[in-house]
């Protein structure tokens, strides 16, 4: 279901765009309004991690008609040397909040339950070079791995 949610902020109305879909249903481009981000795990900004709970940065493009906008790195919360008790992965998404897409080399369940909790719609594939997986996302070509979705522990 696709809509248009208008606010008035005191002196201007505010639009935004949405899109609901079924549970477990996956987002196409298409569903997207003109622009959004699309977050990828990275370790040194070129390249797609093979583990998301360890990369310490995501580079996240701003797309808007189609085009790419902007591209910046973000700091994210990773775990450097494995999980402590109580952990949580919702500080892993608090930098990405503004995005629509993230897209992993590799994710644990728990934090992939985490990210679509976060409303993210999450591609785990197996492209690593983060240009050619964004031309691929962008043509509706980008493969995804579901395999690359895993127990913890089970790599």
Do not use: W
Request: some cysteine.
């Amino acid at each position: 279901m696709r809509g248009i949610l208008a606010i008035e902020d005191g002196e201007r109305i505010v639009h935004a765009s949405f899109v609901l879909c079924a549970e477990g249903e996956k987002l196409k481009l298409s569903d997207y309004a003109n622009h959004y981000k699309i977050a990828f795990a990275t370790e040194d900004g070129n390249t797609i991690s093979a583990h998301f709970g360890k990369a310490p940065y995501y580079k996240v493009v701003y797309v808007d008609g189609g085009q790419v906008v902007s591209e910046k790195v973000r700091a994210k919360a990773h775990h450097d040397n494995g999980h402590g008790p109580g952990h949580s992965h919702a500080d892993m998404f608090a930098s990405i909040a503004d995005c629509q897409v993230l897209v992993v080399g590799g994710m644990g369940t728990p934090a992939h339950q985490a990210a679509l909790a976060h409303g993210l719609q999450v591609i785990a594939t197996g492209q690593r070079d983060i240009s050619a997986a964004l031309e691929a996302f962008l043509n509706g070509t980008l493969q995804e791995n579901p395999l690359l979705i895993h127990v913890p522990g089970k790599h």
